[in-house]
């Protein structure tokens, strides 16, 4: 498979540098260093309390679906990336520590990531060492409930708690795209675990014992049965204050699972006595009446709380008496799309409780063409909603308890704020929070049959499974600071009882509010008891499975107070909560159509439009949900097999399975992970969703296929590319700077193609051929036989074929993505289908004249050497392979890599052109990863720093005075883009090298005969033909210009210059003649020395560090009759 050669096309990187080295010793360059890859001691490129700077990629066009806030997610994920690649770690440790974190936070990455929210990260390394990577700007009680945070985390995750946190404080600046890491002290966990870091831990025998243990926590963290007894651990948060819950709550939740305990173990033996005595024939008419009385009893597995939607039958069946005769009366005109049996079916149903026929009725008026149908449909829906109401349901003994408020308050509360009611959602004082109205209008066309098919959604809140995690070595039940998450369903109110996957619209809102929970109920509180419900209830269920129910005997005799009416408890607890106006609901009297329970209105949203389409409601109640979780789930303890850097409390650890270099396991959701150990510097994972997934972000959607994820740790950092099924994602680049690290995303096929989909969705002015042939990202296009197109994208090795079509309720079969638009999308273009196809697949197209390509411009070397080939070679280091090439003909070899590098500068410059200016710094880094430093390729590089502020420029004249900064920057900018923009012939540099000096002189006729020997300013004809600029520290990150590599050209023998560069005496200065301001690349020559000596002492020392040195003036000269 492709995918697999791929993987293994990485093999042999570690020793890529020696070799090229050996094989190239007359000037071919290794890339950005010569060093070899080693492993550093931990964290030797973050010396303690030194900042290191962390240059960003990231293209605001891959990255538009993101908000603020979720590109600030991005960049922390970025930053452990970051510290990952840089301590004493194998690619297969990193591979097995990051398995689950995706490189990128698209949403069609959900189903196969595990990302934190909030604004810590952290990473287990190792021997319970852990990565804390926080904010610098936490007081001190924040910064300790943090790392507290981290430490229980972990703790739950690994069994046991961690050794050590290796704390890196960090800040972002998202708008200039750039980060300050710096790595502070190492905490000894062990006192994270103590009263002064808030923590409690006490055995609990008698209830004094636990009415203190309550009073000293806020948030339960741990329990263990140890003989007799049951341990408990719990924290105070110390940086806020936290909403926990009473003995009595505790009491409430495990008498109701002691009642519904008892009253299953009577039905059941009530029914196991009738079986046993019965014959073979009669165990079935048996089991079904068993099941109508369950039924009928009520009876359920666990203790929960729901409002569920009912009807007032004979009030709706009266109005329909009323009705039917017209109904008749319209169906006897003629061409009605119901019928009589229609009308009879909807009033034996009212009259029998069934609503359903009535639905189908009404739904076949609403999907009529005729609009007089549609018109009557529309008024038959208003006339059930007068008859509609819920009703509280409370499950085991909650009705009238303070846990039964909580829920049903958390669970109301949810509804109102996802139908925004009376504009109660959270949205100023919980960034992005968006209730279901407004998620709306911000999903894609494609999702739109999906909605019209499953108007319904239930939502309840649950326990989170990456919340616990129960261990087998001490018996006992670890917690993370949240354990509670919604879940989602949604149906069709014509098939009762059957549910599909939660649609788009719900899937957004609850997918949220799990991702942000804390942050939710850190707003309102009462979410922060609901969690500890939950985490009580798990712990009540724990020792019931286990049979150890008794170690919490003692709340038996506790009294709890069953006196609660949801009305008047909201009311009395009016300060407190955050929804007040309780008017706007409306509840019913109590006794309400002989009800027993709260009963209220169903509530709707104000009425919005949705892709056109007017009257559209969301409703639906929501409903907690008790789980037992724990029959059959298997305790965690040590696996062989499984590095502990691997451990999650998601894993399903029956499923562990190994096969010679692979291991594999599936999580509780469902998601199969395998694990790939190649080689010491790559290392690979595959995961698959669960069957049934639906991979979607805001615009689009993926097929369930496999995604692939290859790890290479370079020299300098890591190399992260990502797969789905045979076509790639995109890669994920971290590396070593002079000042610190640059971490960016370059998308590829997949990323890159959505994005040219939507663009051309943008144009409504242009045939699709013309915008297909301008556009600066296609180099070549064809159109098919059936009428679609076939794209290749600049850099692309695939072809991705485009078709309308893919607004179903799933992505249609044999297609690898859909692409859609926004409701309020003037352009309202048709929705779109993708699939890619190599070029062995998209040759037989044109060969077979089912393809006719009408866009070319694509690479296509003159040599007779096969350019794929050594370009291949070249991309993935098989350098033994290149010098082989170079010594069968080194005159072609250098032809081939000169298209190469034009061909390739055709790409960068139309990703640049395109606004994907991070995408082209990527390319043009991975360009000098192969060739090296070379004059052409840090001009152009110049011009991309300068386009985000790392560096500035200013034009200068050694005999004028000084330019203005601004409209210097603008002159260079004009200047290279018209360069790189035309012949191959201009964009060729090359490099004078003085003590303190690099000049980049453009390689032209005018400057052939330029004689450094002498004072630069008698050199150049400055003012007439020579145009001279210095580049300067831009206004970001204080970056000097040694840190880019500017002042450290190197020669290109490879490409076909003589492999090194001039030199020439300090005569031949610049600034000897230029009148220049301060603020260039080098400082003073005596401050830089002894800021540098220690620097480099410590690399003569350590081997793996590269030495360092003083950074040069950087200039370069442009030969104007050549613009």
Request: one cysteine or more.
């Amino acid at each position: 498979m492709r995918k697999q050669f791929r993987i293994l096309s990485y093999i042999g990187l570690a020793i890529a540098t020696a070799l090229m080295i050996l094989l190239f010793a007359n000037g071919i360059p290794a890339g950005s260093t010569s060093r070899a890859i080693a492993l550093d001691k931990p964290f030797n490129d973050f010396p303690e309390n030194e900042t290191q700077f962390v240059d960003f990629r990231l293209d605001e066009l891959s990255f538009a679906d993101l908000s603020d806030r979720e590109k600030q997610d991005q960049l922390r994920d970025w930053l452990l990336f970051t510290i990952a690649s840089d301590h004493s770690l194998t690619a297969e440790e990193i591979n097995q520590g990051l398995y689950d974190l995706s490189t990128v936070r698209q949403g069609y990455m959900r189903p196969v990531s595990n990302f934190e929210y909030g604004t810590t990260r952290s990473l287990h390394v190792g021997n319970g060492e852990v990565v804390a990577l926080i904010p610098s700007e936490l007081e001190a009680g924040q910064r300790s409930d943090a790392l507290a945070h981290i430490a229980d985390k972990h703790r739950k995750d690994l069994g046991q708690m961690p050794s050590s946190l290796v704390v890196f404080e960090y800040e972002l600046h998202p708008e200039q795209q750039y980060g300050l890491l710096t790595r502070r002290e190492v905490v000894d966990a062990e006192p994270l675990f103590t009263a002064a870091a808030g923590y409690t831990e006490a055995r609990i025998e008698i209830l004094p014992d636990l009415q203190q243990f309550m009073n000293e926590i806020d948030d339960l963290t741990y329990a263990r049965q140890q003989g007799g007894g049951l341990i408990l651990g719990g924290r105070k948060l110390q940086g806020r204050s936290y909403r926990g819950i009473r003995v009595e709550d505790v009491a409430a939740i495990w008498q109701s699972e002691e009642k519904i305990r008892q009253n299953f173990a009577a039905f059941e033996a009530k029914w196991n006595a009738r079986l046993n005595e019965a014959s073979p024939l009669e165990r079935a008419e048996i089991e079904a009446q068993a099941h109508q009385e369950m039924a009928e009893l009520g009876l359920v597995s666990g203790s929960g709380f729901s409002l569920d939607p009912a009807y007032d039958f004979r009030a709706f069946e009266a109005a329909f008496d009323q009705l039917s005769s017209d109904l008749r009366g319209y169906i006897a005109l003629g061409g009605a799309p119901i019928t009589e049996e229609d009308v009879q079916s909807a009033e034996a149903g009212l009259t029998a409780d069934d609503e359903v026929p009535y639905l189908i009725l009404v739904d076949k008026l609403k999907t009529s063409s005729n609009l007089n149908d549609q018109y009557l449909g529309d008024y038959l829906q208003e006339q059930e909603k007068a008859f509609q109401f819920q009703q509280a349901r409370y499950d085991g003994d909650l009705k009238g308890t303070e846990v039964g408020m909580v829920l049903f308050y958390t669970d109301l509360l949810a509804k109102l704020w996802s139908q925004d009611h009376r504009s109660s959602a959270p949205q100023e004082a919980v960034p992005d929070f968006l209730p279901s109205t407004q998620i709306t209008s911000n999903i894609a066309s494609i999702y739109k049959q999906e909605t019209l098919d499953f108007p319904n959604t239930r939502i309840w809140f649950g326990p989170q499974d990456k919340g616990f995690q129960i261990t087998d070595a001490d018996n006992s039940l670890l917690f993370a600071r949240n354990a509670t998450r919604i879940y989602a369903a949604s149906s069709n109110p014509l098939r009762p009882g059957e549910e599909t996957v939660a649609s788009a619209r719900s899937e957004a809102f609850i997918g949220w509010w799990n991702d942000h929970y804390e942050e939710v109920a850190a707003y309102e509180p009462e979410y922060e008891r609901l969690n500890q419900i939950m985490k009580w209830s798990l712990l009540i269920g724990w020792l019931n499975n286990e049979g150890q129910s008794h170690k919490l005997d003692l709340l038996k005799t506790v009294s709890v107070k069953r006196d609660a009416w949801f009305p008047d408890w909201a009311r009395a607890n009016q300060d407190r909560l955050k929804f007040k106006d309780w008017d706007s609901v409306g509840f019913y009297k109590q006794g309400y159509l002989g009800t027993t329970t709260e009963a209220m209105p169903i509530l709707y949203s104000e009425t919005f439009t949705f892709f056109g389409e007017p009257n559209w409601f969301i409703q639906g109640g929501v409903s907690l949900a008790d789980e037992a979780l724990f029959q059959g789930r298997k305790a965690f303890s040590n696996v062989d097999d499984l590095n502990t850097l691997a451990y999650r409390s998601t894993i399903d650890y029956s499923t562990l399975q190994t096969a010679d270099d692979q291991l594999s396991f599936t999580t509780l959701e469902g998601t199969v992970y395998r694990l790939f150990d190649q080689q010491p510097t790559l290392a690979s994972v595959a995961a698959k969703a669960k069957e049934g997934s639906k991979l979607r972000s805001r615009l689009s959607e993926l097929s369930n296929l496999e995604f692939v994820r290859n790890l290479v740790r370079t020299d300098d950092g890591l190399s992260v590319s990502t797969f789905i099924g045979q076509t790639e994602l995109g890669r994920l680049k971290t590396a070593r700077t002079g000042n610190g690290f640059k971490v960016g995303w370059h998308g590829r096929d997949i990323d890159d193609g959505q994005l040219l989909v939507q663009q051309i969705q943008q144009v409504t002015d242009q045939p699709l051929d013309s915008v297909l042939k301008n556009h600066p990202m296609v180099a070549a296009a064809a159109q098919m036989s059936d009428g679609s197109y076939a794209i290749k994208l600049q850099g692309s090795d695939d072809w991705m074929q485009m078709a309308a079509g893919g607004g179903g309720s799933d992505l249609p079969p044999d297609w690898h993505a859909r692409v859609g638009s926004l409701p309020d999308d003037p352009s309202a273009v048709s929705n779109v289908v993708l699939r890619w196809l190599d070029d062995e697949q998209m040759s037989g197209q044109v060969a077979s004249r089912r393809a006719q390509i009408f866009v070319d411009k694509r690479f296509d070397s003159s040599a007779d050497l096969n350019a794929d080939d050594l370009m291949q070679n070249l991309k993935q280091r098989n350098y033994a392979q290149v010098a082989q090439q170079i010594a069968d003909d080194p005159q072609k070899v250098q032809a081939v890599a000169r298209e190469h590098i034009k061909a390739e500068l055709k790409v960068i410059d139309a990703l640049h052109r395109n606004r994907q200016t991070a995408g082209a710094l990527q390319r043009l880094d991975d360009l000098i990863d192969i060739y090296g430093r070379q004059p052409e390729l840090m001009v152009k590089r110049a011009l991309l720093d300068i386009d985000r502020s790392r560096l500035s420029v200013r034009r200068i004249d050694p005999n004028g005075a000084i330019a203005d900064p601004i409209r210097s920057q603008e002159d260079f900018y004009a200047v290279i883009n018209q360069i790189y923009g035309s012949s191959d012939a201009k964009a060729h540099f090359k490099a004078m090298v003085t003590s303190n000096e690099v000049i980049y002189i453009q390689d032209s006729p005018s400057f052939n005969n330029v004689d450094p020997s002498i004072p630069i300013a008698g050199a150049f004809p400055f003012g007439s033909e020579a145009r001279a600029y210095r580049l300067e520290a831009g206004s970001i990150g204080n970056a000097h210009i040694g840190g880019g590599g500017y002042d450290d050209p190197i020669g290109a023998f490879l490409t076909g210059s003589d492999g090194v560069n001039s030199t020439a005496p300090d005569t031949f200065n610049l600034s000897n003649y230029a009148n220049l301001p301060t603020g260039g690349a080098a400082d003073s020559e005596e401050t830089c020395e002894e800021e540098i000596l220690t620097a480099n002492q410590t690399a003569a020392a350590q081997p793996t560090q590269g030495r360092i040195r003083c950074p040069h003036d950087v200039y370069i000269i442009i030969d104007e009759t050549t613009l």
